[in-house]
């Protein structure tokens, strides 16, 4: 037998070889090749003579990132579908290199028992394009369930809405918080703004009308009391915050002296959009809860995420239709797109300095698997699942609102020029967008979480 038959039949075998791309690893970044098998990584290095599979992807010029996850997105499933559904809001994530997605639970109905989020389940089965998890809302009604709730297959944890909400997912009572975070021992995610003070100056803009005003009716000290107020009780309770949508550098003043309990995130939109500019603009299409605000506090963000405060980006994609939105405000609703463009968005922030691609891997990739306990994700490591974003940094691409996947077609970033594009989205060693074109048919399933620590007291 020759030396090249013996090392044809020597040679391993993977369902899919990712050949040559320059690779975000736990060492840096890396030019090798990827083997996966059975939807996992089971080899990285100089694969060429070594390995053979299936199906080879030239990764020659991208950059491999480990597969992004969004931890807050709106799919608006069930009961709002007018607006956006799992299917396209999922088939979106996907065209923008997203690889599994945490949704949100102010759907109609709202996702409070074990059967709501078996419904959801059900419904993302067979349709959703990535990997996904789904929130359960905390709530005065099923507070002493939460424990239970929270540690059911595909639920990504309990989510509380301080404000901006309405009904029985409104919890701003401080028992009632105080009971919510007694009951569970995950990372509780939290939407921190003063109910209160909302109230109370809501005819602030009621008298106006003028969207402008949205970042004066919604101030810095309405989130800033409400993210004091939450910390202050999981000290309380022994209980770990992740809080949502920062969105003021004096809550991030304030959160830095609080990292060993709480985690932060942040959002492509208050990152890039910056008031009075946007509202001037794009009128009610930049109205979001929290607000946009002017630079001083986008100037804090930026600042947080180089001091290491910031845990996590997520794109608080919330959809509305163009008509909903051109209602006279304030009755026009506060939400934008954002899945689909949040890796587009970042990767023009690096090509502009503002932080490397390995400090955004750990903000999309890392950062999101470590903190919320996923299973086998964010990381380019053997024995993960194969989850890549492959982008490539030099591509200059234009975005534009016919490229959006959501129901709602639109994306406040319309004729924004970037730098850095996702070309091929690799779900558990499925290529499910190539050259970026969608693949296939979906194959998105529930994803899985390690147990939570105990609680641990103040």
């Known amino acids: 037998m020759n030396t090249d038959t013996a090392q044809r039949l020597a040679r391993r075998h993977a369902d899919l070889l990712v050949r040559r791309g320059m690779a975000i690893t736990p060492n840096g970044v890396e030019c090798i090749d990827i083997a996966c098998r059975s939807g996992m990584i089971v080899a990285l290095g100089d694969l060429e003579r070594i390995w053979s599979a299936e199906t080879v992807l030239n990764a020659s010029g991208l950059h491999i990132l480990p597969g992004v996850i969004d931890s807050q997105v709106h799919f608006r499933e069930p009961g709002l579908t007018h607006k956006e559904d799992l299917?396209?809001?999922?088939r979106g994530a996907v065209l923008g290199g997203v690889t599994a997605v945490f949704e949100m639970p102010n759907t109609q109905p709202l996702t409070l028992s074990a059967l709501d989020l078996k419904a959801k389940l059900e419904a993302a089965q067979g349709r959703a394009w990535c990997d996904h998890a789904f929130y359960i809302g905390g709530s005065a009604v099923n507070a002493e369930m939460l424990g239970e709730l929270e540690l059911l297959p595909?639920?990504?944890?309990?989510?509380v809405f301080m404000g901006s909400s309405f009904g029985d997912l409104l919890a701003d009572d401080e028992e009632v918080l105080r009971n919510i975070l007694r009951h569970g021992r995950r990372r509780l995610a939290v939407h921190a703004e003063d109910e209160a003070r909302l109230r109370e100056r809501k005819p602030l803009v009621e008298e106006s009308g003028d969207v402008v005003q949205h970042p004066v009716w919604r101030d810095e000290l309405s989130?800033?009391?409400?993210?004091q107020r939450i910390v202050r009780l999981a000290a309380e309770t022994g209980r770990r915050l992740h809080v949502l949508h920062v969105s003021t550098a004096d809550e991030m003043a304030f959160l830095a002296g609080h990292k060993q309990r709480v985690t932060v995130e942040v959002t492509p939109h208050h990152l890039t959009l910056q008031a009075p500019e946007c509202y001037e603009r794009l009128g009610s299409l930049a109205q979001m809860n929290p607000p946009v605000r002017d630079r001083h506090h986008q100037d804090g963000l930026w600042q947080a995420i180089r001091n290491g405060i910031v845990d996590v980006i997520g794109s608080d994609h919330a959809?509305?239709?163009l008509e909903e939105?051109?209602?006279?405000?304030?009755?026009s609703p506060s939400g934008m797109t954002g899945v689909q463009t949040l890796l587009p968005v970042m990767l023009d922030h690096v090509r502009a300095g503002r932080l490397t691609l390995q400090r955004l891997v750990d903000l999309t990739s890392a950062g999101p698997a470590r903190i919320f306990g996923l299973e086998s994700k964010g990381r380019i490591a053997l024995g993960f699942d194969a989850d890549l974003s492959l982008v490539d940094l030099e591509a200059h691409r234009v975005i534009a609102n016919d490229w959006i996947a959501s129901r709602s077609g639109w994306t406040p970033y319309d004729g924004l020029a970037v730098y850095g594009w996702p070309i091929h989205t690799i779900i558990r060693g499925n290529i499910v967008l190539r050259d970026e074109a969608l693949v296939g048919t979906p194959i998105g399933q529930p994803l899985r979480f390690l147990e939570p620590p105990l609680a641990q007291p103040a």
């Open 319 to 321: 959809p509305h239709t």
């Open 154 to 159: 595909g639920c990504a944890g309990v989510k």
């Open 223 to 227: 989130a800033l009391l409400a993210t």
């Open 325 to 331: 939105k051109t209602r006279s405000y304030p009755q």
């Open 87 to 90: 299917e396209a809001g999922t």
